[in-house]
């Protein structure tokens, strides 16, 4: 693994939405696809890999939230995500519901 790969895993956390909105409220938030790693995806965001990550938005694998996504989470606050922060950005992927 990448050593910053290994600090960025340092950085990966779950987090309730209710702890995402002043993130969300900055537009900071980026949603990314269930089939990604998030880690892969906060590695190439701060390598500056930019044909991954336009692929990936060209893809719609990575994209700020629908008006749709706020509105739900909004609704219920506890929602769980995984989230990683690659300074501006938080990177999320919503959790499964068991």
Same mark, same amino acid.
């Given at each position: 693994? !990448?050593?910053? =790969? /290994?600090?960025? =895993? ?5 987090? %309730?939405?209710?702890?995402? @909105?002043?993130?969300?409220? =900055? +537009?900071?938030?980026? @949603?990314? $696809? +269930?089939?990604?790693?998030? *880690? +892969? ?5 701060? !390598? ?10 060209? %893809?719609?694998?990575? $994209?700020?939230? !629908?008006? %749709? ?5 909004? !609704? +219920? ?6 989230? *990683?922060?690659? /300074?501006?950005? @938080?990177? @999320? ?6």
């Amino acid at each position: 693994m !990448s050593d910053l =790969k /290994e600090t960025l =895993k340092q950085n990966l956390d779950e987090a %309730e939405w209710d702890w995402l @909105v002043p993130h969300a409220q =900055k +537009d900071t938030i980026i @949603v990314v $696809a +269930d089939g990604l790693d998030l *880690l +892969d995806v906060g590695e190439a965001i701060a !390598s500056d890999n930019i044909p991954t990550v336009q692929n990936w938005i060209d %893809e719609q694998l990575l $994209a700020k939230p !629908s008006p %749709e996504q706020l509105g739900e989470w909004n !609704s +219920d606050r506890t929602k769980r995500f995984n989230a *990683l922060i690659v /300074e501006p950005y @938080v990177l @999320v992927q919503e959790k499964a519901v068991l």
